[in-house]
């Protein structure tokens, strides 16, 4: 089992800055792949980022690519999300989600989901 708590979204700016974390709990996080999804009002949920377990492999939507940096410290059991330039259309909830094996992109396949963090970009 697998707990993820999500934090540091908030309201900025257009052009501005966020960096979103995910704590984990248990002992086996180091072994668990990390993504980044976000879902806007009426809208599906939709890959942003994801890392492999060991931090080697990172992925990104094309949206945020060049913005978005996605990175883990696995001794602090945390997944971190830096957004800079950000824009309007990058307004969501975030959630971050673990999984042992879970294809990067495929929502459906990662089986532990936080609560997910309000990020607001204004115009």
């Known amino acids: 089992q697998v707990q993820l708590v999500e934090s540091g979204g908030g309201l900025v700016q257009a052009g501005g800055s966020l960096r979103l974390s995910c704590a984990a709990s248990?002992?086996?996080?180091?072994?668990?792949?990390m993504g980044w999804f976000r879902q806007a009002p009426g809208k599906e949920r939709e890959f942003v980022a994801a890392?492999?377990?060991?931090?080697?492999?990172?992925y990104y939507a094309n949206s945020v690519k060049g913005r978005f940096t996605i990175s883990r410290d696995n001794a602090k059991n945390t997944v971190y999300l830096q957004m800079n330039s950000l824009k309007p259309e990058d307004t969501a909830v975030y959630y971050c989600?673990?999984?042992?094996?879970?294809?990067?992109?495929?929502?459906?396949?990662?089986?532990?989901w936080g609560q997910g963090t309000q990020v607001t970009v204004s115009s």
């Open positions: 989600a673990a999984d042992p094996d879970a294809p990067p992109v495929v929502a459906a396949a990662y089986d532990y």
């Open positions: 890392i492999s377990w060991s931090g080697d492999s990172t």
């Open positions: 248990g002992r086996t996080f180091s072994s668990y792949a």
